[in-house]
C-alpha cells in the first residue's frame, strides 16, 4: 500500500495546519544562524577623537561636528570620514579646532579613541579589530559562517539518514542553539571565530530535513502550496535577527536573545513525528501506522484497516551499489553531455549564491537605517517564495532564469549610477535586485532537478548546491571591495556575475513540460528531441 494514497484518505486538516505552523517556527529558527553575523561582526561608521575638540564624555561626542574637515580627510568615493586618519596638528596650536590649527599636508594614525556614529556594541569594537587594514577579520567571519554550511549541509543529510528525520532536525536546532548561546560568552577574537564554524556546520542541515518532514504531511497535489507558504517563514527568521540587534545594539546580547529560543525546540521531539518514508525503509511498518492513525484522529478522519503484515510502498532503489556517489559520479564522467551540464548548472549555483548573499549582506551599508534596510532587503524574499511559481508557469525554465539574472544585473549596475541624495530610489532599485535574485534562487532548484536523471538527481543537486557555496563564501568578502576601490565596485561585480550567469543560462537544455529524465539517455535528449509530457500517458 502506498503511503500518498492511504493519506488521501486522512486527508488535510488540522494535523497538517498544525505541522505547518511547528515547521514553520524551525524554517524560520534556521535562518538565524546564517544572517547574525552581519550584525555581530558588522563594520560600522567610525573617526578619529580629537583631542581637543571632541568632548571628554564619549556620550556628547558628535560623529560629524561642523569643525570635522578641518581636523579629518574624508573618503571621495563614500563622502565619510576617514576612520583612521585625522591630520596632523600645528605645534603652535595646541587646542584650537579650525581651520589654520592642522596641518592638511601630513596625516598621522589614530589609536588613542574613536567617535562613532552609533553606540553600538560589536566584536570590532570589543576585540580592537579597528580600522581598514583589520576589516578582513571581520569579513571572514561571514566567509567562516558559510564554509561550515559548505561541511554540514552533507553532514546533516548523513545524520539524517542514519539516526532518522526528526533526530536530525531537533539535535540540529538545539546544539546550534547552546553553541551560540556559549559564543556570546567569547573572550576574544580566535574563540568567536571557532564556535562561529561550529555553529554553522550544525545549523546547515536545520532547513533541509525540516522540509523533508514537512513535505511528507501532505498530499502531491498540496505540496507546492505548502511548499510556498512554508518558504515564506524562512525570510522572518532574518527580520527578527534585524528587529532584536537593532533594540540590543549588542552582539552579546543579540547571541542570546536569538538563540535561546531555540532551546525550546527539544519539545519537537514529542511535538512533531518521525518520517513515515524513513520509518519503512528501516523495517518500523507498525509505528508507520502509529503515524497515520494519529493523522487521521486529529483531522477527524477513519483510516482504513492495515494489516501489519503488509508494507508499505517505498521508493524503489535499483541496487545498492548503484547509489553510491562513486558509481554515480562514474556515470557523471562517462557521459560528456551530463558531465558539461553540471559544470555550467555549478557556475550558474557560484554566481546566483554570491549575489543573492552580498546583496543581503552589503544592504547593511546602503544610507539610511542598517536595520530597516536589512529587513526590507529580507521581506522582498517572501513575494519572490509566491512569485517564481507564476512567472515559471508564464514562462521557459530557462527563459524565466536568465530573465531574472538580466533584471538583477542591470539593477545592480543603475544602482550606481543614481546618485546618493534619491535614497528612496537607491533603495528601490536595490530592493529589485534582491527581489530578481530570489526568483532565480527558486527557479534554479527546479531547472536543476529537470535536467538530471533519476538516479543521480538527488546527488547531483546536492553537487550543484554545494559548489554553489564558493559563491557565499566568497560574498562577505565583496565588502572589502569597497574599502579599498570604491563603493560602486562591489555593485558592478553583482551585475556583472548576474549577466555572466544569465548567459550560461542560455546554454542549459529547456525542462518545462517534459517528462523527468529516468536515465542518462533520456537526459542527453533533452534539448535535442523534447521527451513526452508528464501528463501524457504511457510517456
Known amino acids: 500500500m502506498n503511503i500518498d494514497s492511504v493519506l488521501v484518505t486522512v486527508g488535510m486538516g488540522r494535523y497538517q495546519f498544525a505541522g505547518c505552523v ?22 560600522l561608521k567610525y573617526r578619529c577623537a580629537i583631542l581637543g575638540c571632541d568632548s571628554p564624555d564619549p556620550t556628547e561626542r558628535t560623529y560629524e561636528p561642523e569643525w570635522l574637515r578641518f581636523t579629518t580627510p574624508y573618503r571621495e568615493d563614500t563622502g565619510l570620514p576617514r576612520k583612521c586618519e585625522r591630520y596632523s596638528r600645528n605645534p603652535a596650536n595646541s587646542s584650537g579646532c579650525g581651520q589654520s590649527d592642522f596641518n592638511r599636508n601630513t596625516m598621522e594614525l589614530c589609536h588613542d579613541g574613536w567617535v562613532f556614529e552609533d553606540n553600538e ?19 571572514m567571519v561571514g566567509t567562516v559562517n558559510n564554509f561550515g554550511q559548505f561541511i554540514g549541509i552533507p553532514v546533516s543529510g548523513i545524520i539524517a539518514d542514519k539516526f532518522g528525520r526528526k533526530f536530525a532536525m531537533v539535535f540540529c536546532a538545539v546544539t546550534s542553539a547552546i553553541i551560540c548561546i556559549i559564543q556570546s560568552f567569547s573572550v576574544n577574537y580566535q574563540m568567536f571565530l571557532i564556535l562561529e564554524l561550529l555553529s554553522s556546520i550544525v545549523s546547515s542541515g536545520i532547513y533541509t530535513v525540516t522540509f523533508v518532514l514537512a513535505m511528507e504531511l501532505v498530499l502531491p497535489n498540496h505540496r ?14 532574518a527580520i527578527l535577527v534585524a528587529f532584536i540587534a537593532s533594540l540590543v545594539k549588542d552582539w552579546r546580547l543579540l547571541l542570546q536573545i536569538a538563540n535561546i529560543p531555540g532551546l525550546l525546540f ?59 556517489y562513486v558509481n554515480i559520479l562514474k556515470d557523471v564522467i562517462r557521459s560528456p553531455t551530463i558531465l558539461c551540464r553540471l559544470i555550467r548548472c555549478s557556475l550558474v ?8 548573499y552580498g546583496l543581503s549582506i552589503c544592504s547593511t551599508d546602503i544610507a539610511g537605517d542598517k536595520y530597516l534596510n536589512f529587513s ?15 512567472i515559471m508557469e508564464g514562462m521557459s525554465r ?69 559548489i554553489g557555496r564558493i559563491g557565499s563564501m566568497l560574498a562577505p568578502q565583496t565588502t572589502l571591495l569597497a574599502e579599498y576601490f570604491g563603493n560602486y565596485v562591489t555593485m558592478l561585480v553583482f551585475g556583472g556575475t548576474a549577466l555572466v550567469a544569465a548567459a ?36
Open 224 to 237: 507546492v502550496l505548502y511548499y510556498s507558504i512554508l518558504e515564506c517563514f524562512y525570510p522572518i527568521g
Open 22 to 43: 511547528l515547521f514553520g517556527f524551525m524554517i524560520m529558527y534556521s535562518n538565524v544562524s546564517p544572517v547574525t553575523y552581519i550584525f555581530t561582526a558588522g563594520d
Open 504 to 539: 550560461i543560462t542560455m546554454t542549459l537544455p529547456e525542462s518545462k513540460n517534459i517528462k523527468l529524465p529516468d536515465t542518462v539517455v533520456e537526459a542527453e535528449r533533452i534539448g535535442i528531441d523534447r521527451l513526452l509530457p508528464e501528463n501524457i500517458e504511457n510517456s
Open 398 to 466: 530557462k527563459l524565466s532564469l536568465s530573465c531574472m539574472f538580466v533584471l538583477c544585473g542591470f539593477t545592480s549596475v543603475l544602482y550606481n549610477l543614481v546618485p546618493d541624495s534619491l535614497l528612496l530610489i537607491k533603495l528601490s532599485i536595490f530592493l529589485i535586485s534582491k527581489l530578481a535574485i530570489s526568483i532565480a534562487f527558486c527557479i534554479i532548484y527546479m531547472l536543476t532537478v529537470e535536467i538530471f536523471p533519476t538516479r543521480m538527481r538527488a546527488t547531483l543537486l546536492s553537487v550543484c548546491s554545494m
Open 121 to 139: 556594541n560589536t566584536i570590532g569594537t570589543e576585540f580592537g579589530l579597528m580600522c581598514e587594514e583589520k576589516k578582513w577579520k571581520l569579513s
Open 266 to 324: 527539544l519539545s519537537y521531539f514529542w511535538l512533531t513525528e518521525e518520517s513515515m518514508r524513513w520509518l519503512e525503509m528501516q523495517g518500523k511498518h507498525d509505528r508507520v501506522i502509529d503515524v497515520l492513525k494519529r493523522i487521521a484522529g486529529i483531522n477527524k478522519k477513519s483510516l482504513p484497516v492495515l494489516p501489519s503484515n503488509v508494507q508499505m510502498e517505498t521508493i524503489n532503489y535499483d541496487d545498492e551499489n548503484d547509489t553510491k
Open 349 to 356: 549555483w557560484i554566481a546566483i549564491t554570491l549575489v543573492y
Open 376 to 390: 526590507l532587503v529580507s521581506f522582498v524574499e517572501i513575494p519572490a517564495c509566491l512569485l517564481n511559481w507564476l
